[in-house]
């Protein structure tokens, strides 16, 4: 008779010491971060000094960049909102005005003449109308990207669908829109609700699932300036001969689950981007965390996000050696928010 309640107890001890693991695993998989795969030897500080005229940049993580020559202002994505890893996966999201406001003011926006985001996924589009509503900017993308706008209420006068490798004016900026690849995710389920259905076709409410901000079209920016020209290629995806005939300055380079791609993937990507532009700065982007903080250091991707992109080592390991290959070519990462002269 007393032998059973002692037994139970132990069964009982065993298997909360066991959720006990399992949550602490969990909690570790879900909240602690992996090194950034970016050298700290490419890190440019904030420039002291803006002379008139010069375009510039300012990063804030992930795609999102702004660029101005002192009379236009205009950025990629516009994403600041950070859900974090559980309501990825198990919740709705929807953006976060306050981080926007934030955001935005730690950029020192406040008219923007175009937000652009490079696709349609939650990490570079779904902030994007409310910064149009906030800048008096244009949203400017696919019809996905349209829809992501006019679900948030966005007149259809501030949101202009582009067209494949037509160019656009945004001041003394000419942006032309190339449809690209998004890079293909290596885990087969989360492929298939990442790029399965590539559209959304009705104007999208949130909150919503994370997957529900369908890919959409993927492209790269080719922008030109009276100062110089660069590129801006938001997923680590490739046409090839897409780029053929287009010349870069600087090229921001995505470098998000580059890792997890083949051997001779990253080869092709390098040489459809960086090979057919041949540009004197490469500025990787979309390396840091999708979840992390989006104040002080860059932090590299979660662990979870990282065990399922299998390696972010072999990212950083890559961008060495093709920097060892070709010393002439200036690697770059900027700081977060501050001002950086870019020509
Ligand atoms: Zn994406």
Same mark, same amino acid.
């Given at each position: 008779?007393?032998?059973?309640?002692?037994?139970?107890?132990?069964?009982?001890?065993? %298997?909360?010491?066991?959720?006990?693991?399992?949550?602490?695993?969990?909690?570790?998989?879900?909240?602690?971060?992996?090194?950034?795969?970016?050298?700290?030897?490419?890190?440019?500080?904030?420039?002291?000094?803006?002379?008139?005229?010069?375009?510039?940049?300012?990063?804030?993580?992930?795609?999102?960049?702004?660029?101005?020559?002192?009379?236009?202002?205009?950025?990629?994505?516009?994403?600041?909102?950070?859900?974090?890893?559980?309501?990825?996966?198990?919740?709705?999201?929807?953006?976060?005005?306050?981080?926007?406001?934030?955001?935005?003011?730690?950029?020192? %926006?406040?008219?923007?003449? %175009? %937000?652009?985001?490079?696709?349609?996924?939650?990490?570079?589009?779904?902030?994007?109308?409310?910064?149009?509503?906030?800048?008096?900017?244009?949203?400017?993308?696919?019809?996905?990207?349209?829809?992501?706008?006019?679900?948030?209420?966005?007149?259809?006068?501030?949101?202009?669908?582009?067209?494949?490798?037509?160019?656009?004016?945004?001041?003394?900026?000419?942006?032309?829109?190339?449809?690209?690849?998004?890079?293909?995710?290596?885990?087969?389920?989360?492929?298939?609700?990442?790029?399965?259905?590539?559209?959304?076709?009705?104007?999208?409410?949130?909150?919503?699932?994370?997957?529900?901000?369908?890919?959409?079209?993927?492209?790269?920016?080719?922008?030109?300036?009276?100062?110089?020209?660069?590129?801006?290629?938001?997923?680590?995806?490739?046409?090839?001969?897409?780029?053929?005939?287009?010349?870069?300055?600087?090229?921001?380079?995505?470098?998000?689950?580059?890792?997890?791609?083949?051997?001779?993937?990253?080869?092709?990507?390098?040489?459809?981007?960086?090979?057919?532009?041949?540009?004197?700065?490469?500025?990787?982007?979309?390396?840091?965390?999708?979840?992390?903080?989006?104040?002080?250091?860059?932090?590299?991707?979660?662990?979870?996000?990282?065990?399922?992109?299998?390696?972010?080592?072999?990212?950083?390991?890559?961008?060495?050696?093709?920097?060892?290959?070709?010393?002439?070519?200036?690697?770059?990462?900027?700081?977060?928010?501050?001002?950086?002269?870019?020509?």
């Amino acid at each position: 008779m007393s032998k059973r309640p002692a037994r139970l107890r132990a069964v009982a001890i065993a %298997v909360a010491a066991l959720l006990l693991a399992l949550g602490g695993v969990a909690w570790i998989f879900l909240n602690t971060y992996v090194a950034a795969p970016v050298d700290p030897a490419w890190a440019v500080p904030a420039s002291r000094v803006i002379p008139p005229g010069s375009v510039t940049v300012r990063y804030t993580g992930t795609a999102t960049l702004v660029f101005s020559d002192g009379e236009t202002t205009w950025m990629t994505d516009g994403w600041f909102t950070r859900p974090g890893p559980l309501a990825l996966y198990f919740s709705r999201i929807a953006p976060d005005t306050t981080a926007i406001e934030r955001g935005l003011a730690r950029n020192g %926006v406040e008219r923007l003449a %175009v %937000v652009f985001p490079v696709h349609s996924h939650y990490d570079h589009a779904m902030d994007a109308p409310e910064v149009a509503r906030r800048t008096g900017a244009l949203l400017l993308g696919s019809e996905s990207t349209a829809n992501i706008g006019r679900g948030w209420g966005l007149p259809e006068s501030r949101i202009r669908v582009v067209r494949d490798r037509e160019p656009i004016e945004i001041g003394r900026f000419t942006v032309t829109p190339i449809e690209s690849r998004h890079f293909q995710l290596p885990d087969p389920a989360l492929r298939e609700r990442a790029l399965g259905d590539p559209d959304i076709r009705v104007p999208l409410v949130p909150p919503v699932s994370a997957f529900d901000y369908k890919v959409g079209k993927a492209y790269v920016l080719h922008v030109t300036h009276p100062r110089g020209a660069f590129l801006v290629v938001g997923s680590a995806g490739y046409v090839e001969g897409g780029l053929e005939g287009f010349s870069a300055d600087v090229v921001f380079l995505g470098t998000g689950g580059l890792g997890s791609q083949t051997p001779a993937y990253r080869e092709t990507y390098w040489r459809e981007t960086i090979g057919r532009t041949h540009p004197t700065r490469v500025i990787p982007i979309h390396w840091d965390s999708l979840t992390g903080p989006i104040e002080g250091p860059f932090t590299g991707p979660v662990r979870g996000a990282a065990f399922l992109a299998r390696a972010t080592k072999e990212t950083l390991a890559f961008l060495k050696e093709k920097g060892a290959a070709q010393p002439e070519l200036v690697f770059q990462t900027l700081p977060r928010y501050d001002e950086v002269v870019l020509f």
